[in-house]
């Protein structure tokens, strides 16, 4: 907790909207120019994540100054102009003592702050604040500066609400949990902004990591996401925000429970954001809850239910006008009618998913949806024709769908090279799997994810009889030495 010395945050300034950054977005959708972004990024080894709502947060004024991750890619993306000409404010007029103290000194790490006396808790980011944490988020990239003083007075003062959004944290995981014996103070804006920012991170964490490893630290934000629901809001608004954020979290979190095989668990989570959806009618989120429904219950062998569950986020998600999640949610069915053993069901379904990617990203497209593209659709289409028996398309499709996947989407690219040795060993193809089987074995230091895990162990039962082909022998040796993940309660 921080020490009555901290100097008092700065206070509430009204947001103003960053029309020279809207200009330079020009006639590109903000997906469009978010997507630019990340390749800026990635042209200069740095990390973002940045998608349509993060460029809407800048425009509308909310990010007043990005992080230091942000300003090298915004510097490159623009040469020769500073933050004030892409219409952001100096970052000392933002965080105050603590900022112009490190852009002062002349030995400061332009793309890591060192630690100094204006680190002390309570002054500065967040990231240095929580400082036990500060080696275990190095993808902390959608963290500005006014949400760090959001988070670091929530520590500050006292009340349900207050510590609840407190309980998010810098990693979207907590750090206390919300004490009920507290007096109840009413959620604001800020604290609806500290809870969407936590279903990011762990959505982030999720794509690099897989699931095993966070489902249990992701309970507690959960309760106190609930805690702040309870302890209400006086805008309706702000109230609105508070329940798609607390469904959002719930789909969050019942994705780490199905990722890392807690089916119940996560059919559990994911009626929980039904709920919610359909008590304040949040279409876009009851569409998400259903979708997530179905994928679980083609996972968990209820095909027939998947079928029905996408269905229904089609018919809500129709008035909508995403072509890409209706697109998703095809694909979710054509995962029910293959499991179901109906070829003609499953390839209507497929065609009417292509048709509808093939329309292109609109800014009606979900901000969850930042994972769906086409290696996505490759992937999910590979499932279908393995599921139906069809090993040799199943693998085609597999194949590019690895080879589509942007580098960062680790534990997606470990999850269809996995389809891919599946696909493979069971088509007859034992040296292609051991070599595919091999490559995910690799990236499982960096992923832990029990289905995949699964697919892996099924691989290796097919492979068996054929231990004296070429590299078989070697993957299995590999397998059966290499720790298992976290097991499912």
């Not at 630290?217 to 809001?233: E, K, M, V």
Request: hydrophobic share 40%.
């Amino acid at each position: 907790m921080a020490s009555s010395t901290v100097p008092p945050s700065r206070p509430d300034r009204p947001q103003r909207p960053n029309l020279a950054f809207r200009r330079l977005r020009g006639q590109r959708s903000p997906a469009e120019f978010a997507a630019l972004v990340r390749r800026a990024a990635r042209e200069i080894d740095e990390r973002v994540s940045c998608d349509a709502r993060y460029i809407g947060r800048v425009e509308a004024g909310e990010i007043r100054c990005p992080n230091y991750a942000y300003e090298r890619v915004f510097l490159h993306m623009f040469p020769g102009r500073t933050l004030t000409d892409l219409g952001f404010a100096p970052r000392s007029s933002v965080r105050g003592r603590g900022a112009r103290m490190e852009e002062e000194a002349p030995l400061a790490y332009p793309g890591r702050p060192t630690r100094s006396s204006a680190d002390a808790p309570g002054a500065g980011e967040t990231r240095r604040t929580y400082e036990p944490y500060d080696t275990q988020d190095p993808y902390d990239t959608h963290h500005d500066h006014e949400e760090s003083d959001v988070l670091r007075r929530a520590f500050m003062t006292g009340g349900g609400a207050t510590v609840a959004a407190a309980s998010l944290g810098p990693l979207g995981f907590a750090l206390e949990a919300p004490a009920p014996e507290r007096p109840v103070r009413r959620a604001s804006s800020s604290h609806a902004g500290a809870l969407e920012e936590a279903v990011r991170r762990i959505r982030l964490l999720d794509d690099r990591h897989g699931a095993d490893g966070l489902y249990r630290r992701a309970a507690t934000p959960l309760r106190a996401a609930y805690a702040l629901l309870d302890a209400g809001a006086t805008r309706q608004a702000t109230v609105d925000r508070l329940h798609s954020g607390a469904g959002e979290l719930a789909i969050s979190v019942g994705w780490l429970a199905h990722d890392s095989g807690r089916f119940d668990d996560a059919r559990s989570h994911y009626a929980e954001a039904l709920a919610t959806a359909r008590m304040t009618g949040d279409h876009a989120l009851e569409a998400h809850a259903f979708c997530n429904t179905a994928f679980l219950a083609r996972d968990a062998g209820r095909p027939r239910e998947a079928v029905r569950a996408a269905q229904a986020a089609q018919r809500v998600a129709r008035p909508l006008g995403s072509p890409r999640l209706m697109s998703l949610l095809a694909l979710r069915e054509a995962g029910g009618w293959a499991g179901l053993a109906d070829r003609t069901g499953c390839e209507q379904a497929l065609a009417r998913a292509q048709a509808l990617f093939a329309r292109g990203d609109t800014d009606a497209d979900p901000e969850w949806m930042s994972f769906y593209g086409e290696a996505e659709l490759e992937g999910l289409e590979a499932q279908c024709w393995s599921t139906l028996g069809d090993w040799p398309r199943a693998a085609r499709h597999a194949r590019r769908a690895a080879d589509l996947q942007d580098p960062h989407f680790t534990r997606n690219i470990a999850l269809y090279t996995a389809e891919l040795a599946d696909d493979l060993a069971r088509g007859g193809r034992p040296d292609e799997a051991a070599a595919a089987g091999l490559r995910v074995l690799n990236l499982l230091s960096q992923v832990q994810s029990s289905r995949i895990q699964t697919m892996l162990a099924g691989t290796a039962r097919v492979l068996l009889p054929h231990r004296r082909a070429s590299g078989v022998s070697d993957f299995l040796e590999k397998h059966a030495s290499t720790p298992r993940g976290v097991t499912p309660a």
